[in-house]
């Protein structure tokens, strides 16, 4: 099929790349020429597994393009919406001046039959309102909304092999023709019996935040939990192990440690705390301030324990900060609680020997301030304190006793959970996890 994809970022880029792969005709369309440029060199502009080879392959087979002009999206029979939704400033409701611009840019180009495919976050009711929009310019164009479900670090995996379909369809007789489109695009995932949740535009614009919302609160329900437990002794790890045997709770998600940052959860649960007020219906998700406010405080708990852990003298302290993204195997650090726990020691006056596989570039951009070290025994030489805040393998799997031989002070607080507290304490160290004695 012909398609083009409005947006190449994150999602868009490997959403575009993936449906090239996948055999499509794919034209990537993006404002920023410098983004385009690199995409149609074949080189990704973030860290993304996997993601460099298909651009590769993809744009070898010649099936990939980039451009700057949206009027190359004429002749495609189905156009993605890939744009973001950032948090609006000084409120917590999404921004959506980039989905507008994008449909607004597309129209001239539609032909009859075309399908519009929003993939970006959008709050509920937004499909709805564009497709009024699509009618009103008479272009005979139909507009379905298909929330895209990838995590960072899996995008590839996430958007070739998905775990589920959602097709918010228009009402009438364009249903079954958006559907045919859709199964088409899909077709390889659809052939494998990836289920298909063919439902309404209000239905699909939930699924996506509510399922953010659902894992935003799995992960604030366990260090909620982790706040118990560290005015109990009780161990939160443990804890998590044992309730997550039950298979109606699962042990995934249920990880404490500093909490959920990123470029989706954080700002999806308070766009929808947002719509639910404006729907009038703001009881209904109060509790997603909760989560917000939990997820929140752990990022100040981790930094009160290294505080108290130096003995209140964080000052000219040489605080060495493992992770800076917000997750492992990602360069991204929007909202992360990695860098946010950097900054914070910093503006205590610690000295912050900040170090990350892949995000210190960004990290720079953001704060710098921040002293920073791109090998990691480099960055734990003669530290007073290590702080884990992202759980790269390479920081899990660090020998304590040789990381004892480089630092100063033998003192290790692991914001993630994933070191074996007692194979370091017998290598001499002072452990300190979130949530466990
Ligand atoms: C998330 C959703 O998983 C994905 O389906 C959606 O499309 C976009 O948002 P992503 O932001 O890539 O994906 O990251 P995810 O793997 O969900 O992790 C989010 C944050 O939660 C990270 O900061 C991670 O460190 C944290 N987390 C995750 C925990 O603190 N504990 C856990 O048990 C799991």
């Not at 439902?199 to 329900?221: G, H, Q, R």
């Not at 929140?296 to 130096?310: A, G, I, P, T, Y």
Request: contains cysteine.
């Amino acid at each position: 099929m012909r398609i083009s994809v409005i947006g190449c970022g994150y999602l868009g880029a490997v959403h575009a790349a993936s449906m090239a792969e996948l055999g499509h005709d794919v034209v990537g369309i993006d404002v920023d020429a410098g983004k385009v440029q690199a995409l149609a060199a074949g080189r990704a502009p973030f860290f993304e597994p996997g993601l460099e080879e298909i651009l590769d392959s993809a744009m070898r087979s010649g099936r990939l393009r980039f451009s700057t002009s949206t009027a190359d999206a004429k002749g495609a029979q189905v156009h993605f919406i890939a744009v973001g939704t950032p948090q609006a400033r000084g409120g917590g409701a999404a921004d959506l001046t980039y989905v507008h611009a994008a449909v607004d840019g597309l129209l001239p180009h539609l032909s009859p039959g075309d399908l519009i495919a929003g993939k970006s976050t959008v709050p509920v009711g937004t499909a709805a309102r564009l497709a009024e929009r699509v009618e009103a310019a008479g272009t005979g164009a139909m507009l379905a909304w298909n929330p895209e479900f990838l995590r960072e670090g899996y995008a590839v995996k996430d958007t070739i092999s998905p775990d589920r379909l959602v097709y918010g369809l228009p009402s009438g007789d364009a249903a079954p023709a958006a559907r045919r489109l859709l199964d088409e695009v899909y077709a390889t995932a659809v052939g494998n019996g990836t289920p298909v949740v063919a439902a309404d535009y209000a239905t699909a614009e939930l699924v996506k935040v509510s399922a953010n919302a659902f894992l935003a609160t799995k992960i604030s329900f366990i260090n909620a939990m982790a706040e118990i437990a560290e005015v109990t002794g009780a161990d939160v790890t443990q804890l998590a192990d044992a309730i997550g045997y039950d298979p109606r709770i699962g042990r995934r998600f249920l990880n404490a440690g500093i909490g959920f940052g990123g470029g989706c959860l954080p700002k999806d649960i308070r766009a929808f705390v947002a719509r639910a007020e404006e729907l009038g219906r703001g009881e209904s998700v109060d509790f997603l301030k909760q989560v917000d406010a939990i997820n929140l405080r752990r990022r100040q708990r981790m930094v009160d324990l290294v505080v108290e852990s130096l003995g209140d003298q964080v000052y000219k302290k040489k605080v060495t900060v493992l992770g800076l993204a917000f997750k492992p195997d990602s360069d991204d650090v929007r909202d992360s609680p990695a860098l946010d726990v950097a900054v914070q020691l910093n503006g205590l006056g610690a000295h912050v020997i900040a170090t990350d596989p892949a995000a210190i570039p960004n990290s720079i951009r953001l704060h710098p301030q921040l002293g920073f070290a791109t090998d990691t025994l480099d960055a734990l030489h003669e530290a007073d304190a290590v702080v884990l805040v992202t759980e790269w393998k390479e920081y899990r799997t660090l020998d304590p006793v040789e990381v004892g031989r480089l630092v100063r002070d033998k003192l290790i607080i692991d914001g993630r959970n994933v070191l074996d507290p007692e194979r370091w304490r017998a290598a001499g160290w002072t452990y300190r996890g979130m949530g466990r004695p």
